[in-house]
């Protein structure tokens, strides 16, 4: 019997299965959220066709949604990847940020802010 055949058949196995994915898939997405918090990052993406893809922009925004809740934003190392998701939403941000002074202006501003913070 295969591995499908068997899992098929097997209830705890296909939880075991699902929850693995649903694991997966919160660590994925926390780390691309996370990535987000780097203006020079934002940049690329700015560069790549993302920014024009609707399919992308749909995504930032379920992110957006998804990881304020207090459950999923409690696990970011770096919150102000939140306030870039919100950012993002905006097409005059979209357009600035691929601006590679513009990048670096907020990326300055940003260990600005961090080092004030300590």
């Known amino acids: 019997m295969s591995g499908d055949a068997e899992m098929g058949s097997d209830p705890s196995a296909q939880n075991e299965a699902s929850a693995e994915r649903e694991r997966l898939r919160f660590e994925v997405e926390m780390e691309f959220v996370q990535c987000l918090s780097n203006p020079n990052y934002l940049n690329w993406l700015s560069r790549q066709p993302f920014f024009h893809d ?14 304020r809740k207090i459950e999923y934003a409690a696990h970011l190392q770096f919150p102000q ?3 870039f998701l919100e950012k993002m939403q905006n097409p005059d941000f979209r357009r600035a940020i691929s601006e590679p002074g513009f990048a670096e202006a907020v990326y300055t501003q940003q260990g600005l802010q961090w ?3 300590a």
């Open 54 to 67: 609707k399919r992308f922009l749909n995504y930032i925004r379920y992110l957006n949604g998804h990881w």
């Open 81 to 83: 990847s939140l306030f």
């Open 115 to 117: 080092m004030n913070m």
